[in-house]
Nanobody
């Protein structure tokens, strides 16, 4: 069973940076990570989950407008890992961040990002 574990969240002041990491495990030759289109999602308190970024197997990325130019997604296929570099963080970026395959209906524990002065 493929699972992803997110880490790297924390408390940061507005304008600060964090790098989130998402490590996957449980892949097989028939189900390799290299074929996974990955997404980063986030959920703020009292709000619906929101798509943040998509990272294709070859490294191409797209972002929701509110983070474009500030967040950068990347991946290391050899390590079955995806990253989200978050710069110029804003209070409104506060949320639990999740990563999973784009068509997955389940997700892990996520990692809490809190932006506050």
């Amino acid at each position: 069973q493929v699972q992803f574990v997110e880490s790297g969240g924390g408390l940061v002041q507005p304008g600060g940076s964090l790098r989130l990491t998402c490590v996957g495990a449980g892949f097989s030759d028939n189900d390799p990570f290299t074929e996974y289109i990955m997404v980063w999602m986030r959920q703020a308190p009292g709000k619906a989950r929101e798509w943040v970024a998509t990272i294709w197997p070859g490294g191409a990325t797209i972002y929701t407008e509110s983070v474009r130019g500030r967040f950068t997604g990347s991946r290391d296929n050899a390590k079955a890992t995806v990253y989200l570099q978050m710069n110029s963080l804003k209070v409104e970026d506060t949320a639990v961040y999740y990563c999973h395959r784009f068509d997955s209906t389940t997700w892990g524990q996520g990692t809490q990002v809190t932006v506050s002065s």
